[in-house]
């Protein structure tokens, strides 16, 4: 157990010695040639933060829970793990029985889904400083009563890395549906870090319909998308071929070959930086920049 000494000051004034609850006393001892007097400190400091960040408190609840399976409890434990100053990326294990009005949904390609409401709602990850509640010692959260939350069970336990890297801005945690013990992911509606359905969500919501028949290309594309929260910019689509026309060779160079085309659609209007430029709300679907005659 590593602990800390601290020297007493003034052993007159001890009770204001401790009035600092993050600092765990765990006693007083006497260095036997100074004489000074020391508070012996639980050393509970993040190492990489030099203060108790969310990390260290993540870790001080570790004993206070588990899965009851070894993979998942180390997968959540290590998202929890990388908190430090931003609870967004942590997940938390959810108790089955914190989770209400479940109603089973639709079943796609990527298994059931079922819709819940969650007692305690999400960790606030909206100011990254501000999740915890020191005065109550929790974590503070967005909707404490009547969080909707969307649950999408685990096809396998294999992989939790690449399950979850598809749902990186919506994943709160897991639960475990305790009749068939199947896990299940618990996902918000709205995006985590924007407490709103952000450009992230809406092509979050459209992987179902695209694939490039590459595993690989698919996660690249996906995950320009996951990050493009109120920019666009720089987010990649996957462009099937009979949406280009007029295709023409133009030349090779060090680069390959260069061909020319028009494409039908055209790119995801990303001029106007605010919120409501990109997505129209009446059609679900992008605002595009030159529909109909892009060169690309
Ligand atoms: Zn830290
Ligand atoms: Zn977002």
Known sequence: MVVELKRLNNPK???????NKIIKVCGITQDPKTKDYMLVILDDKCK?????????????????????????DSFIQNTQLSAHGDVKGALEWIPYNRLYDIKYIIENKFGKIYRANWIDGNINSYWSGSAWDHKNQNWLRFDTSNMFVNLKSLNTLNNLTLEFMNEINRACGITQDPETKNYLMVLSDGCKKCN?????????????????????????????QLSAHNDTKKALEWIPYDRLYDIKYITENKFGKVYRANWIDGNINSYWDDDEGYWDYKNQNWKRLGTSNMFV
């Open 48 to 72: 990489k933060c030099d203060f108790v960040c969310h990390t260290r408190r993540f870790q001080q609840n570790f004993q206070n829970w588990t899965s009851g399976n070894y993979d998942i």
């Open 13 to 19: 004034n001890i009770a204001s010695e401790f009035t």
């Open 196 to 224: 709103k359905i952000c450009n992230a969500i809406y092509f979050q919501q459209k992987f179902i319909n695209w694939t490039s028949g590459n595993d690989d290309i698919d996660n690249f594309i996906r995950n320009t």
